[in-house]
């Protein structure tokens, strides 16, 4: 069962993750390889994000989201 506002946080999350690979993928083509760093920076970010929210909802789940 869904809890209240998740559908809309999801969304909101994959909106987020979308973007933060679109602009993974413009600094790659604009900058090369020199700028490898921004492009692995902005993957980990997104990786960050999902986890975070994963972490979140199941705290959210339990009961205890302020102990996040």
Not at 1 to 11: H, Q, R, V, Y
Not at 47 to 66: F, I
Request: charged share 30%; hydrophobic share 35%.
């Amino acid at each position: 069962m869904a809890l209240p506002g998740e559908a809309k946080t999801e969304e909101a999350l994959e909106k987020a993750i979308f973007d933060l690979g679109e602009l993974q993928k413009h600094v790659i083509r604009g900058f090369g390889t020199e700028n490898i760093q921004i492009a692995t920076s902005i993957r980990n970010s997104i990786e960050l994000l999902k986890g975070s929210y994963t972490k979140y909802l199941e705290l959210e789940r339990k009961g205890s989201p302020e102990k996040f």
